[in-house]
């Protein structure tokens, strides 16, 4: 069985930082193309950003391009998302999803974790 | 960025058959994707590539479309179905999607 479990997520204020982690299980996670995907009742969902297999591609959306960074470790089946120079509008839950690259929708989904940036 | 335009709210009867729109701004080719999120969990793909049945789905529900005008169906309903159904593309950068359809039983 395919599990996402984030976790990492919390109260920050606005302009420090908060690392999240993803641990998957039940696939060969080295094989797959991970993602991080927010959440919000205003904005709906977005994705935030993608990366490759191995790693050594990435992608992000505008807003978050130079603040958060990708990477995963295929030996910890573990993916991130480091999240730096916060802001209110990054308020949201945050979601690991497998896929989310090479045109490919995002088959699995963690259940998700909230982070709040307020001071 | 690709806006995916749905009506934000339909109510059907168990039994019938209900269609979810998706009108996009602008072509999406064929990478057209379907998740249906009840409240408290997280999202959930239902089809892919506008008409492929994700694993372990139904064939209740089906998706059809082409172009910028995309459609999930589901025939028949059962009240488990009570959800929020988001479309999504992977055709231009970034990734969108649409606002959800609320589905509800009557």
């Known amino acids: 069985e395919v599990q996402l479990v984030e976790s990492g997520g919390g109260l920050v204020q606005p302009g420090r930082s908060l690392k999240l982690s993803c641990a998957a299980s039940?696939?060969?996670?080295?094989?797959?193309?991970m993602a991080w995907v927010r959440q919000t009742p205003t904005k709906g969902l977005e994705w935030v950003a993608s990366?490759?297999?191995?790693?050594?591609?990435?992608y992000y959306r505008d807003s978050v391009k130079g603040r958060f960074t990708i990477s995963r470790d295929n030996a910890k089946n573990t993916q991130y998302l480091q999240m730096d120079s916060l802001r209110s509008e990054d308020t949201a839950t945050y979601y690991c999803?497998?896929?989310?690259?090479?045109?490919?929708?995002?088959?699995?989904w963690g259940q998700g974790v909230m982070v709040t940036v307020s001071s | 960025d690709t806006v995916l335009t749905q009506s934000p709210a339909l109510a059907v009867s168990p039994g019938e058959r209900v269609s979810i729109s998706c009108r996009a701004s602008?072509?999406?080719?064929?990478?057209m994707h379907w998740y249906q999120q009840k409240p408290g969990q997280q999202p959930k793909l239902l089809i892919y590539?506008?008409?492929k049945l994700a694993s372990g789905v139904p064939a209740r529900f089906s998706g059809s479309g082409s172009g910028t005008d995309f459609t999930l169906t589901i025939d028949p309903v059962e009240a488990d179905d009570t959800a929020t159904y988001f479309c999504?593309?992977?055709?231009?950068?970034?990734?969108?999607f649409g606002a959800g359809t609320k589905l509800e039983l009557k």
């Open positions: 990366i490759s297999t191995g790693g050594g591609n990435t």
């Open positions: 590539k506008v008409s």
């Open positions: 039940g696939f060969t996670f080295s094989n797959y193309g």
């Open positions: 999504q593309q992977s055709w231009n950068d970034p990734y969108t």
């Open positions: 999803a497998r896929g989310g690259v090479q045109l490919g929708p995002f088959d699995y």
């Open positions: 602008e072509g999406v080719n064929s990478y």
